[in-house]
């Protein structure tokens, strides 16, 4: 896949940023559209298609290995992943629509009480400060381990599984008072 987005490079500078690029943030950029979409082939998808966006604008990338071109590449593969969710979100509202026609009163019910409780752990998470939110969000929501999270953002291991208990702590706290408001 690599020779496919070189191919769309012109200047052989920009084709060696490039590779540095690609061969360093590709998999935070696949974790990254993962926490957004929840499914690795729809990830693979948003990787892709912000690898096609960074090729055509490779001039705006002067150091590949700096903290802004990170910044900038996730960023870029986040928005995309967005973009994508939202069209999905848009084709499964229509799907959902026509098989709600079929399921059972009951089985709704359940349906509805499971998304409910789900909701209310992921709107808490995010409502953590970022320190925290990030970890929990990779490790309840996406299932990650701590050794992978840490890899992701750059943290030692042992201070992801702290924040992941500390985090816990505070999730705790916020839906014990979401309970009795």
């Known amino acids: 896949m690599l ?7 012109d200047n052989d500078d920009d084709r060696t940023k490039f590779e540095i690029l690609y061969n360093k943030y590709r998999k935070r950029m696949v974790y990254t559209a993962y926490s957004v979409l929840g499914n690795n082939e729809d990830a693979e998808d948003a990787v892709h298609d912000t690898f096609i966006k960074i090729a055509r604008n490779m001039r705006s990338i002067q150091d590949p290995d700096s903290d802004e071109t990170l910044s900038y590449v996730l960023k870029a593969v ?7 969710s939202k069209k999905n979100a848009t084709r499964s509202k229509h799907m959902q629509s026509q098989d709600m026609e079929n399921i059972s009163d009951s089985a709704f019910l359940d349906k509805l009480r499971i998304q409910e409780n789900y909701d209310e752990v992921v709107k808490a998470i995010r409502g953590l400060n970022d320190t925290y939110k ?3 969000f990779y490790y309840f ?3 990650m381990k701590a050794k992978d999270i840490a890899d ?3 943290r030692n291991k042992a201070t992801v599984q702290q924040q992941i208990i500390r985090g816990k702590k505070k999730l705790l706290e916020i839906l014990k008072n979401d309970l009795r408001d």
Do not use: R
Request: glycine share 8%.
């Open 3 to 9: 020779m496919f987005y070189m191919s769309l490079i």
């Open 78 to 84: 986040k928005n995309t992943a967005i973009n994508l």
């Open 134 to 136: 990030d970890v929990l």
């Open 141 to 143: 929501v996406e299932g």
């Open 152 to 154: 992701l953002l750059g």
